[in-house]
């Protein structure tokens, strides 16, 4: 099951982003490469919320085919260790791609908003006798936010923040759903084009 997601989103992906490249390299186009760090607290367990937080970093790629119109293929992976004094640990990393609309923006502001789609993998260890997700397991995921870019340079930009509704749809024996908050910020640099 975990490798077949993975293929799809993977196969996915790659179309995407091969579609997307040749429309930029022949429009001209403007490809951005970013890093950020990742905030997410989350509510693993249904029941009696069970909430924690995730800290981890994301890595991704945007194709723009205009300067308000782009495609993003983003991996990310956030970490928690002793899950609400459990011992436990938990890794969640995400595969996600999808469309970015920015806004008409002045020479050093843009604020973005974006929907990507795909899936994620949770993988940890619990403590002896705790409840949760043991092992791993893969489930759809979705992030649904925006944020704002400042650009340093012609080249060089920082995402000063990011905020996202980060949904997983991981088994938790009630609804299998999570509704998470990801906050993020990073730096980004810029190819081709100008913007």
């Not at 937080?53 to 956030?78: D, M, P, T, Y």
């Not at 979705?142 to 000063?160: E, K, P």
């Not at 993020?184 to 081709?192: L, Y």
Request: charged share 15%.
């Amino acid at each position: 099951m975990r490798k077949l997601l993975l293929m799809k989103t993977l196969t996915v992906s790659l179309l995407l982003f091969g579609f997307a490249a040749v429309t930029t390299s022949q429009s001209g186009g403007l490809v951005d490469v970013g890093v950020d760090y990742n905030y997410v607290r989350t509510n693993g367990a249904a029941r009696d919320c069970g909430c924690f937080a995730l800290n981890g970093g994301s890595g991704w790629v945007a194709f723009n085919f205009s300067h308000s119109v782009g495609v993003v293929g983003e991996i990310a992976s956030q970490h928690a260790s002793n899950i609400s004094g459990s011992g436990g640990d938990l890794t969640l990393t995400s595969y996600l791609v999808g469309p970015r609309y920015t806004w008409a923006h002045t020479r050093h502001f843009a604020p973005f908003a974006q929907v990507l789609l795909g899936g994620a993998h949770a993988s940890g260890g619990l403590a002896p006798g705790s409840s949760g997700l043991p092992g791993s397991a893969d489930a759809f995921a979705m992030t649904a936010g925006g944020g704002l870019d400042i650009s340093l340079t012609r080249r060089i930009a920082l995402r000063a923040l990011e905020a996202d509704y980060y949904l997983t749809r991981f088994d938790n024996g009630v609804n299998d759903h999570q509704n998470n908050l990801r906050i993020a910020a990073g730096v980004i640099v810029r190819f081709g084009g100008s913007k």
